[in-house]
């Protein structure tokens, strides 16, 4: 069963930084790309970023571009979105997401993980 | 950036009711269309992917259709599992964008 487990949500306040991080499993995660995706309170599904198998291909969506960094850790199984200085239109649940094998769709997503930028 | 249009933004419906939920895209994206459901509280789930294919273990009530600019989800029999918000989204190119979100709510 695929499971993907977001962490390092929180309160930050803006200007800050976070690193939000996914735990993969029940699948190989070198075989895929991977995606985040977040959702403001009460509002619709923006796509922000993801990355190739092996990392040598990144792509974001043009409003984050230079703000948020996408990476991953094959050996580890894990997913990364290093987010700076944090505006309060940040505020969002993130999700992390495994593209289908044609990278066509976002097939399998996890919980979310929320992330609130308030002073 | 390629602009995805869905309508209505909200519509009630009732059990049984055929419900349809269009998308458009502000430019051509051949099949490269996906249709997902969230439900409150819940991640999103693929529904329908590359336009019209059923995505695995999704009742076979839900249907797509379309290329080029304009979409089509269909749900032919609603059941009370199926009020939800559905966003349709694109996957061309590498930048990709989701609609605005259609509501489906009980009448």
């Known amino acids: 069963e695929v499971q993907l487990v977001e962490s390092g949500g929180g309160l930050v306040q803006p200007g800050g930084s976070l690193r939000l991080s996914c735990a993969a499993s029940g699948f190989t995660f070198s075989s895929y790309w991977m995606s985040w995706v977040r959702q403001a309170p009460g509002k619709g599904l923006e796509w922000v970023a993801n990355?190739?198998?092996?990392?040598?291909?990144?792509y974001y969506v043009d409003s984050v571009k230079g703000r948020l960094t996408i990476s991953r850790d094959n050996a580890k199984n894990s997913l990364y979105l290093q987010v700076n200085s944090l505006r309060a239109e940040d505020t969002a649940v993130y999700y992390c997401?495994?593209?289908?094998?044609?990278?066509?769709?976002?097939?399998?997503w996890g919980q979310g993980t929320l992330v609130t930028v308030s002073s | 950036d390629i602009q995805m249009t869905q309508s209505p933004s909200s519509l009630s419906a009732s059990v049984g009711d055929r419900v349809t939920i269009t998308c458009r895209a502000s430019?051509?994206?051949?099949?490269?269309l996906n249709w997902y459901q969230q439900r409150p509280g819940k991640a999103p789930k693929l529904l329908i992917y590359?336009?019209?294919s059923l995505q695995s273990g999704v009742p076979s009530r839900f249907s797509g259709s379309g290329s080029g600019t304009d979409f089509t989800l269909t749900i032919s029999s609603l059941q009370a599992e199926d009020f939800a918000t559905y966003y349709c989204q694109q996957s061309y190119g590498n930048s990709w964008t989701f609609g605005q979100g259609t509501k489906v709510e009980i009448k």
């Open positions: 997401v495994r593209e289908a094998r044609e990278r066509l769709s976002l097939a399998d």
């Open positions: 990355i190739k198998q092996d990392g040598s291909e990144k």
């Open positions: 430019q051509s994206i051949s099949t490269y």
């Open positions: 590359t336009a019209s």
